[in-house]
């Protein structure tokens, strides 16, 4: 599993110019899964975002997480986070897993967050989206499980 992390002040999905998840403060991830991912990975994968120090406390340092801060996170499908690009000018998409394992992994992972106890918001799995956001910070941060 990989995924593109972005602190955001705000962002939305729009899946045929309607909004199919919206959130304020919190985090944008860009998700994909690989081949041999499994609900193992979802269970950590959902508790590295839901823990993951990237808000700032009152000295301003990273040291919050969306549980501590309260704030949300908006998960996007995107198998092109799994790609490769070491050949060639053109991705190899031969590490993301099936659509349909993906799929029913990526609902999992929603579920997981909202378990856990963050609000969490979601993009379409196989749509074609427009993502909007405002990153915070900027801080973007990779993630590999």
């Given at each position: 599993m990989r995924a593109v992390?972005?602190?955001v002040c705000l962002a939305r999905v729009l899946v045929d110019a309607r909004v199919a998840g919206e959130i304020r403060e919190g985090l944008?991830?860009?998700?994909?899964?690989?081949?041999?991912?499994?609900?193992?990975?979802?269970?950590r994968t959902?508790?590295?975002?839901?823990?993951?120090?990237?808000f700032g406390d009152r000295?301003?340092?990273?040291?919050?997480?969306?549980?501590?801060?309260?704030?949300s996170a908006l998960l996007v499908p995107n198998f092109t986070v799994a790609g490769?690009?070491?050949?060639?000018?053109?991705p190899s998409f031969d590490p993301a897993?099936?659509?349909e394992k993906a799929s029913a992994l990526f609902a999992r992972l929603v579920a997981t967050?909202?378990?856990?106890?963050?609000?969490?918001?979601?993009?379409?799995?196989?749509?074609?989206m427009s993502v909007e956001l405002v990153n915070d910070g900027p801080v973007?941060?990779?993630l590999e499980i």
């Open positions: 992390i972005q602190r944008v991830a860009l998700v994909a899964f690989e081949k041999g991912d499994d609900e193992g990975v979802v269970a959902a508790d590295k975002l839901a823990r993951l120090r990237i000295a301003g340092k990273m040291n919050l997480s969306l549980l501590d801060t309260g704030f490769s690009t070491c050949k060639g000018h053109r897993l099936e659509p967050m909202e378990e856990i106890g963050v609000r969490t918001e979601s993009g379409v799995f196989g749509a074609h973007t941060v990779m």
